[in-house]
């Protein structure tokens, strides 16, 4: 069947990322328990998150808000008739605009993507009024000089960072978790992740709980598991590449 053509060719993505963790993580001589996988489901339907849930994986990435509200959705429903557990955890990783605020902290339970104190605020109000207490990581624009909108991957400049971080401590309501980076483009990825490394250093000398760094991306996973990744976000080394727009 087609679907169960899908499941085992996940499967076997999803087995030979788990490897590559693996490999990076004994090869810098870490457990590869400290380093979380967040499955990118962005471009993907709803039903490439469900074959991922039954094959394990709890935790997953989206970096549009008008495509992942309707996922977290749709993966919620599907799950709810089924005695799952633990339920799925949602990752927000892309660029945010406070109107979208409202609703990414509806089912996000952590934004990967907080680059601006007015964000923190935003999220902070909104979060207030849902009841809810999003983990919240600081975004590193690791390659400043370069056009901002270039891939319009968003960041806050690196000597921001410290105070973006402050205005989620701050809030109260948001937990400041750590930081969170994009390789630059066209660029070897290891001294950019060793500058995020050095950052994310500092950044625990004032905030110590926040120990959580995400970096790494389907091309550059050992890199980031080398500089010190608590998650790697991979999206097409799972679910292969773009699909053709309809
Ligand atoms: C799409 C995306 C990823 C996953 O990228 P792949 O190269 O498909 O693994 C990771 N992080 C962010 C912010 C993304 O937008």
Redesign the pocket.
């Known amino acids: 069947m087609l679907a169960d053509g899908r499941r085992a060719e996940i499967a076997a993505n999803l087995a030979g990322v788990r490897a590559r963790i693996e490999a990076a993580c004994a090869a810098a001589g870490r457990s590869p328990e400290e380093v979380n996988l967040?499955a990118?489901t962005?471009?993907r339907p709803a039903v490439d998150a469900l074959h991922l849930y039954a094959l394990g994986q709890r935790v997953f990435?989206e970096?549009r808000d008008q495509e992942a509200a309707p996922k977290a959705a749709e993966v919620a429903a599907a799950l709810a008739d089924t005695a799952s557990d633990p339920f799925p955890e949602w990752h927000f990783?892309?660029q945010l605009q406070t109107n979208k605020v409202k609703s990414v902290v509806s089912y996000a339970d952590v934004i990967?993507?907080v680059d601006r104190p007015e964000l923190a605020a935003a999220l902070a109000k909104a979060a207030e009024r849902a009841g809810r207490r999003p983990r919240c990581l600081v975004q590193v624009n690791l390659d400043p000089a370069a056009e901002r909108d270039a891939g319009g991957?968003g960041g806050a400049h690196p000597q921001d960072v410290l105070r973006v971080a402050d205005a989620v401590a701050r809030s109260g309501v948001l937990r400041l978790e750590g930081l969170?980076a994009?390789a630059p483009l066209g660029a070897a990825p290891e001294p950019a992740f060793e500058r995020l490394a050095a950052l994310a250093a500092k950044l625990r000398g004032v905030h110590p709980d926040a120990m959580s760094l995400?970096a790494g991306?389907?091309?550059d996973?050992e890199a980031a598991v080398a500089a010190g990744a608590t998650h790697v976000?991979?999206?097409?080394?799972?679910?292969g590449?773009?699909p053709p727009l309809r």
Do not use: Q
Not at 233 to 239: D, F, K, P, T, V
């Open positions: 967040v990118v962005k471009f990435g970096n990783i892309g990967e993507s991957r969170m994009v995400s991306m389907s091309g996973l976000r991979i999206g097409s080394a799972l679910l590449g773009r």
